[in-house]
């Protein structure tokens, strides 16, 4: 086999908060992560033991890598390049979540474990002078690698499932634990944020072969990130009403699912929450956590004709035109859309076609030459003079 060299010592590092520039370590267990949710849609979860060559640590993948692991591209002996990694605290225990990976070397070309790993976490107990001498003597000490499969429900019963209280936690009057949003994950149990309503859409009927109903989403932001969160049929009428832009509110106990990055307006964050029967909303009548206000990003119509399509975008402008209200065919749902078009003008002297779709365009004043503020408008596409973005 010819010599693959990991990056020695980079796990301590990384749970020290000091990560290598480059790190290559070997993964020497999978397993599978049983699933307490009863519903078809849940994760699958994984749990990695990764070796560095002279330690081996437990892990937990994020969702949008498990697919690696269904379709075997991630094996045991496995050589990985971690490209992003992040220590995270699990009822008072360090552990790595992996967000991101780039398999190097398949395992059944190595077949074998590289090096001489031992288990960082009983390193760390054995220098306890109280505790070592009974971890020495206990009989499923794994002292030498080959027994640590035969040891594997040992170490599962070490490293329980990840807590309400990760690392970045704050504490908040009215809710103990708060969770930044940019930590959200589907191994973050019990978790509950408290946010700002930066943009709100409005209620729209969908249908399929499925069925139809109505829909509605909402994106929540706070210091450390955004969040998209959607609310179907009868959660959808409930809480269209009790949401309302610029408002801060707790939320938990949603459903979280991998982006749609396609719809996801100002959110890059990798997952995205459905409300359901359990999840509860509660508005923050006082801004302990000193959420901050709306930010926008403005972009001039210059600036426009140079974004590709289908981008996101905050514009401010002079209404100078508003065209007729009508009435249009949806070819691909079947139903009527209500679609109105406006003209507008900012100050390079250019001028933009904004289309604007069911109750924007139906609720549209029609006098005067308003200012208008559009957040997270969608670049459709461009002309020599104008663009046309919904």
């Not at 590092?13 to 290598?20: A, C, F, K, R």
């Not at 009927?205 to 990130?225: I, P, T």
């Amino acid at each position: 086999m010819e010599a693959f060299h990991l990056t020695a010592g980079a796990i301590e590092s990384y749970l020290n908060g000091n990560p290598p520039n480059q790190t290559f370590v070997q993964v020497i267990n999978i397993k599978k992560i049983p699933n307490s949710s009863a519903t078809s849609t849940s994760l699958d979860k994984y749990r990695l033991q990764i070796s560095d060559s002279i330690h081996y640590q437990p892990c937990l993948l994020v969702s949008s890598l498990t697919e690696k692991v269904i379709n075997g591209e991630i094996d045991r002996y496995c050589i990985i390049k971690i490209e992003e990694m992040i220590p995270t605290n699990i009822q008072g225990r360090r552990i790595l979540l992996i967000k991101g990976l780039t398999v190097c070397r398949m395992g059944d070309s190595i077949s074998q474990v590289i090096g001489n790993p031992t288990s960082l976490e009983l390193k760390k107990v054995e220098s306890n002078p109280f505790v070592s001498k009974s971890i020495q003597s206990h009989p499923n000490h794994p002292s030498e690698l080959s027994t640590y499969s035969d040891s594997c429900n040992t170490m599962n019963k070490l490293l329980p499932e990840v807590s309400s209280v990760p690392n970045m936690s704050m504490e908040d009057p009215n809710h103990t634990r708060i969770s930044p949003i940019s930590i959200l994950n589907p191994y973050t149990n019990n978790w509950s944020v408290c946010a700002r309503v930066t943009t709100k859409l409005p209620m729209r009927k969908w249908s399929n072969s499925k069925g139809e109903g109505q829909v509605f989403s909402f994106e929540l932001a706070d210091s450390s990130s955004i969040i998209k969160v959607t609310a179907f049929n009868e959660f959808a009428t409930e809480y269209d009403g009790k949401i309302f832009l610029n408002k801060i509110y707790y939320l938990c106990k949603a459903d979280m699912r991998p982006a749609n990055k396609k719809f996801c307006g100002n959110s890059n964050h990798e997952f995205e929450l459905y409300i359901n029967s359990s999840t509860e909303v509660e508005e923050c009548l006082s801004n302990t956590m000193n959420i901050p206000p709306i930010s926008y990003n403005f972009r001039s119509i210059d600036e426009l004709r140079l974004l590709p399509k289908d981008s996101q975008v905050d514009f401010i402008g002079i209404c100078v035109e508003v065209c007729e209200l009508v009435e249009i065919l949806l070819k691909s749902k079947g139903t009527q859309m209500q679609k109105r078009e406006i003209i507008l003008a900012d100050k390079s002297r250019q001028k933009i076609n904004c289309t604007l779709w069911g109750v924007d365009a139906t609720n549209f004043s029609t006098s005067g030459t308003p200012i208008i503020l559009i957040r997270s408008a969608r670049v459709s596409f461009l002309f020599v003079h104008h663009c046309v973005f919904k």
